[in-house]
């Protein structure tokens, strides 16, 4: 028998304000056109007095506990991604945990920038598989609104705020065909630290003592991350055993429509089975993936037995990729 991570349900939550593109104009000297053309983003959602990372964060595990059929008692493990924490310490999982009514359970933090939720997702299945968790939590939740520069045209247009939430439960199988069996069949995850300074926060606890604000060059981080995730999708389905074309949906970060073309195009997978929500949500790092997720599982298109793939790349750089059946 072969004991596997069950994609059991899923949940998000987003700010009540939405900011549109034309809103940003008068403070932002930029355009609607220039920003669509750029990125195919039309709005954002942006946190408000009373929302924080962690407030999105416990309405989307609750969305996704629902989903799922189960109480918070019934989970065992909170793992939660982000870079944009309520605190420097404790985790903010901790606070999720605690507005959940969980007396005690594993709750910890990942901090992997838009690559958190894979790397969250890989250690949770990682934990599933060994015996050392039956169900968990694993959330993306970002208030990067936060951390952003608005006097910088070149990145305050491209994130917003949000949180999505999966619940996972282990389940033992005897099935062996990757073609036929349920929940996690690989995942994949890299970083190389050399490029810390494509895409950074210039701030820090033991650096400058403050928050610091969000740098970035978007021409080279666009570069890297065309060629990462297309081979990070095709390392991740050999390790399944699969090829690109058995892919049903692929749910990848939502940074810039132009890299989700262009990643589609390099591994020749049609537009109609790319999860697009970037024009609505903008960027939410760690958040993204999981938010479209759960958008895609509720309005139906992904359904029960399609194969799908969950890729990122973030600040580090980190990224990776994980294949799933449901």
Known sequence: MIRRSILLGTGSALPKRVVTNAELT?????SDEWIVERTGIRMRH???EGETTATLATDAAKA????????AQDVDLIILATATPDQTFPATATKVQA??????CVAFDVAAVCSGFLYAVTVADSMIRSGAAQRALVIGSETFSRILDWEDRTTCVLFGDGAGAIVLGAEESATTDPR???????????????HNQLLYVDGGPSTTGTVGKLRMKGQEVFRHAVVNLASVLNEVMS??????????????????????DATARKLKLPAERVIVTVDRHANTSAASVPLALDLAMRDGRI???DLVVLEAMGGGFTWGACVLRL
Do not use: F, Y
């Open 180 to 194: 036929s069996a349920r929940g996690i069949l690989a995942s994949k995850l890299h970083a190389d630290g050399r």
């Open 64 to 71: 996704a506990l629902d989903a799922a059929g189960l109480a």
């Open 303 to 305: 359904k029960a037995g």
């Open 26 to 30: 008068e403070t932002v000297d930029t």
């Open 239 to 260: 390790m399944a055993g699969l090829a690109a074309s058995d892919i049903d949906w692929l749910v990848p970060h939502q940074a810039n429509a132009r890299i989700l």
């Open 46 to 48: 942006i946190a408000g």
């Open 99 to 104: 507005a959940l009514g969980i007396d005690d």
